[in-house]
């Protein structure tokens, strides 16, 4: 790789031929980079012996506007996860009794819902997610202190 394009990259429209042994070199060269989305990542568009290639990378000078969500501890059965990705909407408050097997919030994903129940028996301390939230797998919900 020339080393102007190792340390900075290659501007659109730009080729260079990468000599990976003698005899055998591959060309690569950038079409266009797409603006930063809310993760801070870019898409670059570019083509490798001719073949278009689009790959996504992290641009470092651009911020992360997505949020980021408290995970819950696996061992700790006083906090409640999110069992995968969906929309949340948690069904009780915080100083709120709860038993164990009790539906405490209700996710909803690809047309499906689905119960999240108290692991012990105790009291609402704290909800860590908005009314209809997004979350992840393994995201926080809320606490319950036994």
Do not use: W
């Not at 408050?93 to 108290?118: F, L, N």
């Amino acid at each position: 790789v020339p080393t102007r394009a190792f340390f900075y990259g290659l501007d659109p429209g730009e080729e260079v031929d990468v000599v990976l042994a003698p005899g055998v070199s591959i060309f690569l060269s950038v079409d266009a980079v797409g603006e930063a989305d809310d993760a801070g990542c870019r898409t670059v568009f570019g083509r490798l012996n001719g073949q278009q290639r689009t790959v996504t990378v992290r641009d470092q000078s651009a911020s992360d506007k997505t949020v980021h969500r408290e995970k819950a501890s696996s061992g700790d059965l006083s906090q409640v996860a999110a069992p995968f990705s969906g929309v949340v909407s948690v069904q009780v408050r915080v100083g709120d009794r709860v038993k164990v097997g009790q539906t405490v919030a209700i996710i909803e994903a690809m047309k499906m819902e689905a119960s999240i129940t108290a692991s012990i028996a105790g009291v609402v301390d704290r909800i860590a997610v908005e009314p209809m939230g997004r979350v992840e797998g393994g995201d926080l919900l809320l606490s319950v202190t036994g």
